[in-house]
């Protein structure tokens, strides 16, 4: 089962920042926090992860919390091309990499 | 250009045939993994690799096979066995076992 949850769904409007949260209230001190997205019929698409410390890259920013049990991606000027549903994965096992997958958020996006 | 290619996009097969997806990727990665996506859920891993002649199952690994002979390749064959095929498969790899994973875009089979 996942250990992350996330609101199903949340609108945006265009233009906007978009902040997407993720609780992982059981998260271990060496596990991530990874960001991808999938819009629909695609394979997901990696965004960002961060460990501890927020993290920026040219598509988003990562906010963790300093008790690191929740945190939030942030989509600084969302477009309509950012509809797509985010997941939110901690990695369980860093020798496998076997992530989980949970339900996610369908973000929309609103011209 | 570098990637994950998978093939074919959609494929149609009757119940009872066998059916291969290919998963063929150039970014010169050890690890490589089969997830299937039902509708409105999330990823479930099927089989995963580590390295070249290696590999291991998942969580949903019954119904499937898999092999590693080449670095680049891990066709996923979905056998009979497979109660419920119809699905969207997904094949993904990274740098190394821990590292990030990247994903294709994905092949739609449907059993009929």
């Known amino acids: 089962d996942a250990k992350t949850t996330q609101p199903p769904s949340m609108d945006c409007a265009e233009g906007r920042a978009a902040n997407l949260p993720c609780n992982h209230s059981t998260i271990s001190g060496n596990e991530y926090v990874y960001w991808y997205r999938q819009i629909h019929s695609q394979g997901p698409q990696y965004i960002i992860h961060?460990?501890?410390n927020n993290e920026t890259n040219e598509m988003a920013s990562l906010i963790i919390t300093e008790d690191r049990k929740s945190s939030t991606l942030i989509l600084p000027h969302a477009t309509l091309r950012d509809t797509a549903v985010y997941y939110c994965i901690v990695r369980v096992d860093g020798a496998t990499n076997k992530l989980i997958f949970g339900t996610g958020t369908l973000l929309a996006v609103q011209p | 250009d570098g990637g994950i290619t998978q093939s074919p996009k959609y494929l149609f097969r009757k119940e009872g045939q066998n059916v291969t997806l290919s998963c063929e990727q150039n970014l010169n990665h050890d690890a490589m993994y089969w997830y299937r996506q039902d509708p409105g859920q999330g990823l479930r891993l099927i089989y995963y690799?580590?390295?070249?002649?290696?590999?291991q199952k998942g969580d949903i690994a019954e119904g499937y096979s898999v092999s590693r002979e080449k670095k680049e390749s891990f066709p996923l064959t979905v056998t009979s066995a497979q109660k419920n095929p119809t699905a969207f498969y997904l094949c993904a790899s990274s740098i190394d076992p821990g590292n990030t994973i990247y994903f294709g875009e994905g092949s739609w089979l449907t059993v009929v």
């Open positions: 690799s580590q390295i070249v002649n290696d590999f």
């Open positions: 961060g460990l501890k």
